[in-house]
């Protein structure tokens, strides 16, 4: 929750090739204050059932700059190991996805609140600032 000192982040991830939400992705959350300042690692958390990370540590006062680090490959290589297994003549030499990790960097006032989605499939993803 978002005080008058410190904003919030909160996010979700929709596999968009299966139209379905990314559940078990790992989500690491960072913040810095300044632009130039050193990462603090924050905490983390994975996606449950509806793609969303329910409990993301709070930002700390003075936060600038936010990074939500997910871990996406994890996810991609169970979803083709299970589609291999219902059907074995269907396997690709290729990798499970393009892009192992989707690092999201963005800046935050106090007092707001940061909904951010990740939009995601194989070989693409995209963001935006939700609600």
């Excluded at 983390?44 to 939500?68: F, M, N, Q, W």
């Excluded at 003549?89 to 499970?96: F, L, T, Y």
Aim: charged fraction near 20%.
């Amino acid at each position: 929750m978002s005080t008058s000192t410190t904003a919030s982040v909160s996010t979700h991830i929709l596999d968009t090739s299966a139209g379905r939400p990314a559940e078990g992705v790992a989500v690491r959350l960072a913040a810095r204050q300044g632009r130039e300042a050193d990462w603090q690692a924050l905490g983390g958390s994975a996606t449950d059932a509806d793609g969303r990370c329910k409990d993301l540590p709070a930002l700390p006062e003075g936060t600038t700059h936010v990074r939500l680090d997910f871990a996406v490959e994890p996810y991609f290589e169970k979803k083709q190991a299970d589609a291999q297994q219902d059907a074995p003549a269907n396997r690709d030499s290729g990798p499970a996805v393009f892009f192992p990790e989707v690092a999201i960097t963005f800046a935050v006032v106090p007092g707001e609140h940061y909904h951010v989605p990740l939009l995601l499939n194989p070989f693409g993803y995209s963001v935006y600032r939700g609600s």
